[in-house]
């Protein structure tokens, strides 16, 4: 471990969270209700955009020379292999097929691949936005204890990434000139704004059984964004922080 590491903290925090089981009381059947299967579409989905290996970022984090940022990285990826093995139990308790691809995840990957760490480090916060809000949402749309005790999981694990993911990217903007760095973050936000609107058509009928419109979800997304970009704009310390005091 780099000692002289901005990231040791985070480290830290990556190593006491993992193996964390998710205490779910899987033995409880599932009660059959309206929306299973959507809620197994939607599930399927989100399953797939978290089985990644993580390659590219490992590699840019690895790149940097940082090898307790790398180490952290590793970490984080396990983490969201982690929620995809979640996911998949819940997509398998809801009786959902699972996905081999979809376009979304694709246009995404595609997207990551255009640029160095601060691109990558854009569209997985772009991610982290819309689960926050969509791991808020899910629990409404069916009453489940074992989908509502995966939802608070990730909804913790989530914060935590968007922390981490946000020290770095304020690192990476602290280096540009003031009007690069602002016209960076406008374009973040539309990117986000877009995805947004795109997850939520996409996901539209559990919305609904959750009592969410379309509009509701995006302009929660958006104000995420918002209150991130502010803070993003903002040189910070690297080192950990409350996660809860994230303005997410």
Not at 56 to 79: K, M, P, Q, S, W
Not at 82 to 108: I, M, N, P, Y
Not at 127 to 142: D, F, H, K, Q, S
Not at 184 to 205: G, M, P, S
């Amino acid at each position: 471990m780099t000692r002289s590491s901005p990231y040791v903290n985070w480290l830290k925090h990556f190593e006491a969270r993992r193996g964390l089981s998710l205490d779910a009381p899987y033995d409880r059947p599932l009660a059959e209700r309206q929306g299973r299967e959507a809620l197994a579409r939607s599930l399927a989905r989100f399953e797939l955009g978290e089985s990644g290996d993580g390659e590219r970022i490992r590699a840019l984090a690895a790149a940097t020379g940082d090898t307790t940022y790398a180490h952290a990285i590793e970490l984080f990826v396990e983490e969201e292999r982690q929620h995809a093995a979640w996911l998949k139990t819940l997509r398998e308790r809801f009786d959902g097929e699972r996905l081999e691809t979809h376009w979304s995840d694709s246009a995404f990957v595609v997207l990551r691949h255009l640029g160095g760490l601060r691109r990558e480090i854009c569209v997985l916060l772009t991610a982290e936005l819309i689960a926050l809000t969509y791991y808020g949402v899910l629990p409404l749309a069916y009453e489940d204890p074992v989908l509502h005790a995966a939802c608070d999981r990730i909804l913790l694990d989530e914060r935590g990434h968007v922390a981490f993911h946000r020290a770095t990217l304020s690192h990476e903007f602290a280096r540009m000139p003031a009007p690069a760095r602002s016209a960076a973050v406008l374009t973040w936000r539309a990117f986000v704004a877009a995805t947004a609107k795109v997850v939520a058509w996409d996901h539209r009928h559990v919305l609904a059984l959750a009592g969410m419109s379309r509009t509701e979800f995006e302009r929660d997304v958006r104000n995420r964004a918002r209150r991130l970009a502010h803070a993003v704009r903002s040189p910070i310390l690297v080192g950990l922080g409350e996660v809860a005091d994230e303005p997410v």
